[in-house]
């Protein structure tokens, strides 16, 4: 979507926030899928009431945006313009075992800093990429650590509302692969509390998982992860692998050979050519086995 309407620009900028104009978009997501839009980013945390307040004004539809490491976006030019939030400068802070991190900071360097400090216990998130806000959104985990367990207080516009508001973390349900913020709430920022450990020992524990993630993920290859949520007890990968599907494909997107539940964009792929693929799969699951597999992936549409 194009903001074409001058004075609403310039009320834009006014306030701090910059205009890209049609910006491609798939670059900036790891399936490297996408088509167009504007996309508006985020200087300062305190514009955002006033930004929302203008969109909606002007009835221009927005989307969020954060690392696009778990996003498959459409293909041609998108019906909203796409908000992203910019890096902050310190992204991260320490008071003891409190850490304050900016929800545009990188999810693994935010890993690598606290481990720095002698901070540990997410050290099974290192591989996730991605940002801070992206991992509070879709509750992170891996390796049987998630995101959730360590948060504090998180800083969030609520759309609901129209302000930033504090929530604590008592207050937020954080699940599997879903948590209860608002559909329209935008993280800014969180506290998190980290139990001490010594650098050395955090490591050895990053590199464990690391070495499990090269091992089993087609870490080279442009994807969103798993492309759907594993159901109660079982393992979408293992099903998908049990029908055959490894190397399954609709034109570019295909099914990993290294691990079934990583779709994969093997070239052009487009929006089209991954849905198919997702819904092919989806219904030969749904034949042999009777379950339905619900996407991990968030599919803009
Ligand atoms: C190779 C690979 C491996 C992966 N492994 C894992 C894994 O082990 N475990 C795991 O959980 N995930 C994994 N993922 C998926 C992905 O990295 C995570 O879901 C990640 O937390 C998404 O963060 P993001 O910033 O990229 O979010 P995006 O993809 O940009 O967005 C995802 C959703 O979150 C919303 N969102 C993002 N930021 C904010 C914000 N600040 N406020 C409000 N909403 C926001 C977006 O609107 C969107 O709906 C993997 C992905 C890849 C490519």
Known sequence: ???????LLAAITAL????????????LTSLGIGGTSDVLLIRKHEALP????LLRESKTPYRFLGGGSNVLLPDSELPWVVLQLARQDPEVRFEGNSVYVDCAAELG?????????????????????????????????????QI?????EV????AATGRIEILR??????EYRHTSFAPDDIMLAVRLELPSKPYSEILQGIRICNEKRRASQPLNQKSAGC??????GGSAGRMIDELGLKGHHVGDARVSDRHANFFINAGHASAADMLKLIDDVRSRVRERYGVELEEEVIVWK
Do not use: Q, W
């Open 1 to 7: 979507m194009r903001i074409t309407d001058s004075k």
């Open 16 to 27: 701090g926030v910059e205009h890209k104009p049609a910006l491609a978009l798939a670059p």
């Open 50 to 53: 006033a930004l929302i307040r």
């Open 109 to 145: 360097r935010t890993v690598t800093l606290c481990a720095k400090h002698d901070l540990g216990g997410m050290e099974g998130l290192i591989g996730v990429p991605g940002s801070i806000g992206g991992a509070l959104r879709m509750n992170a985990g891996a390796y049987g650590t």
């Open 148 to 152: 959730g367990t360590f948060v504090r």
């Open 155 to 158: 800083t969030v516009f609520r």
């Open 169 to 174: 973390g008592a207050e937020i349900n954080f």
């Open 227 to 232: 492309i759907f949520k594993n159901p109660p």
